[in-house]
Nanobody, 123 residues
Framework: QVQLVESGGELVQAGGSLRLTCAAS????????VAWFRQAPGKEREFVTS????????YSADSVKGRFTISRDDAKNTAYLQMNSLKPEDTAVYFC????????????????WGQGTQVTVSS
């Protein structure tokens, strides 16, 4: 089983940038897709972006296209979410998740979840 731990969330001003990190441990020798989801207060968890097991394919929600970039470094068992041009509406708890298919945008398609990291964007 893989365990995931997110880090990097903090308070940032609108227009700023952050990089979130998702560190994996456990059975990392098995290839898996990684996704980032977010959940704002009072809202459902929503898909942000994902990357395939070999890094060859990425998928992103329309709301973050052109601003957020997902990447992975399997030598370090780590995935990243680079967030630029942040907006107040990006404020949420961000979760990374591991699953079989990066093309899946539903949370139920991902088996393993981290505990989340808070991102707050001030206006």
């Amino acid at each position: 089983q893989v365990q995931l731990v997110e880090s990097g969330g903090e308070l940032v001003q609108a227009g700023g940038s952050l990089r979130l990190t998702c560190a994996a441990s456990g059975r990392t020798s098995i290839g898996y897709a990684v996704a980032w989801f977010r959940q704002a207060p009072g809202k459902e968890r929503e898909f942000v972006t994902s990357i395939s097991w070999n890094g060859g394919s990425t998928y992103s929600a329309d709301s973050v296209k052109g601003r957020f970039t997902i990447s992975r470094d399997d030598a370090k068992n780590t995935a990243y979410l680079q967030m630029n041009s942040l907006k107040p509406e990006d404020t949420a708890v961000y979760f990374c998740a591991a699953g079989q298919w990066a093309s899946s945008t539903e949370a139920r398609a991902y088996d393993v979840w981290g505990q989340g990291t808070q991102v707050t964007v001030s206006s």
